[in-house]
């Protein structure tokens, strides 16, 4: 029997959630599905879950990964020129990783043994998810020196690069602060009393433009 299905971008992410994402996340005690929705809702940029997401799937393009599809490359990491550039070295084991996360080193007991996707599933769990949204951007930052270096031949120092992700993950939560939620009118509009009237009014005024708008509506008692 051939079962036809539209496609949908709904459909689409359950097939990836399932095929691709669930296997990444499934070396957790917790349940997969439970580790992604806390990673997805993470409170951090799009780009910066992606690239962390690519990193566990070994998609991002590392020297590793350009020599074995056959790139003439250096294979050495550009940031410490010391080992060979795996996702893994990017983001635990260079130096500069290293002083990146140093503040994490004691409480989440570091196994080598762990892979990046085992070591980020450790950390989500054991974190806060406010601790891990600012893991994932240091993360990112690190991926970003890496880049500038490769480009640009940009140096970065750790203690700057790590204010930098502090300073841009505090702008992006303050830029993203929910709007205060209004209550909404409960009391539905009642008709006057004969012979009266109703009156409504409402006003608003901005600050920045120095100008605002009030209207009142008059209603007798004889107007349905
Ligand atoms: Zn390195």
Request: aromatic share 8%; with cysteine.
């Given at each position: 029997m051939i079962v036809r299905e539209f496609f949908s971008v709904r459909r689409a992410y359950v097939v990836a959630r399932d095929n691709l994402i669930l296997p990444v996340m499934a070396t957790s005690s917790s349940s997969p599905h439970q580790l992604i929705d806390t990673f997805w809702k993470c409170k951090v940029p799009?780009?910066?879950k992606l690239c962390l997401w690519k990193a566990c799937q070994d998609f991002l393009p590392t020297r590793s990964n350009l020599v074995k599809k056959k790139m003439e490359v250096e294979l050495f990491c550009p940031l410490c020129e010391n080992k060979e550039e795996t996702p893994l070295h990017i983001f635990r084991y260079c130096p500069i990783a290293k002083q990146m996360t140093h503040h994490l080193s004691g409480m989440l007991g570091f196994s080598p043994s762990l892979s990046l996707k085992e070591w980020l599933n450790y950390c989500m769990e054991k974190l806060s998810q406010s601790s891990f949204c600012r893991l994932l951007v240091k993360l990112w930052f690190l991926c970003k020196a890496r880049n500038d270096k490769v480009w640009e031949n940009r140096?970065?120092?750790?203690?700057s690069?790590?204010?930098?992700?502090?300073?841009?993950?505090?702008?992006?939560?303050?830029?993203?602060?929910p709007p205060p939620k209004v209550p909404r009118n409960q009391h539905a509009w009642t008709k006057p009393p004969v012979g009266g009237f109703s009156v409504c009014m409402d006003g608003a005024f901005d600050v920045h433009s120095h100008s605002g708008g009030a209207e009142i509506v008059w209603r007798h008692s004889l107007v349905e």
């Open positions: 799009g780009k910066v140096n970065c120092e750790p203690r690069l790590l204010l930098s992700a502090q300073v841009w993950h505090a702008n992006y939560l303050h830029a993203n602060i």
